[in-house]
């Protein structure tokens, strides 16, 4: 199966509403792609990001923390942690930890990915805006409101640019 098949059928998944499929489909790509013999780097590690996306949206956050943190050791492996894969999945991450309410995990994470991208030149990016975004609602969840409000002007400012695009 291609990664374009892949994410297809996943889609097609999500359109009906089928929730035991998706989790069901997921797991079984999980399972054949860590196999021995098939080993598929890229549909693995597309499928542990969209099993622990899934799971956080379900609220089952420790499985999504579990599934997240082995796609970032193979995305380690496969692109390196210097790739903006490693960034993109690190925000993922975080959003899971700031969900259980693991502040500091969640700030290590988006420390991490902040400065990947910046190292990329990648600051005016939408996926950076997010990255700004997850930190700026961690600090107002420990109560930092000014810097949560600083940080999500800045993330406005990099969306509102790519709309006037």
């Known amino acids: 199966m291609t990664q374009e098949e892949f994410y297809t059928h996943l889609d097609q998944l999500y359109e009906s509403g089928d929730a035991q499929e998706i989790e069901r489909f997921l797991k079984f790509h999980i399972d054949?792609?860590?196999?021995?013999?098939?080993?598929?780097?890229?549909?693995?590690?597309?499928?542990l990001t969209e099993l622990g996306t899934f799971y956080r949206e379900t609220d089952r956050l420790e499985e999504s923390a579990a599934c997240?943190?082995?796609?970032?050791?193979?995305?380690?492996?496969?692109k390196g942690k210097d790739s903006m894969a490693y960034a993109t999945t690190l925000n993922n991450t975080a959003m899971?930890?700031?969900?259980?309410q693991k502040y500091e995990e969640a700030k290590a994470c988006l420390s991490a990915a902040r400065k990947l991208f910046e190292n990329h030149g990648e600051t005016k990016h939408p996926l950076y805006a997010s990255v700004l975004n997850t930190l700026a609602l961690t600090?107002?969840?420990?109560?930092?409101?000014?810097e949560?409000?600083?940080?999500?002007?800045?993330?406005?400012?990099?969306?509102n640019n790519q709309t006037a695009q």
């Open 68 to 78: 997240l943190e082995k796609a970032l050791t193979w995305i380690a492996i496969v």
């Open 148 to 159: 949560g409000i600083e940080l999500l002007e800045k993330s406005l400012e990099i969306l």
């Open 32 to 47: 054949l792609y860590q196999d021995g013999e098939t080993v598929n780097r890229p549909l693995l590690i597309a499928a």
């Open 139 to 146: 600090c107002m969840d420990e109560g930092k409101k000014d």
């Open 96 to 100: 899971t930890y700031r969900n259980m």
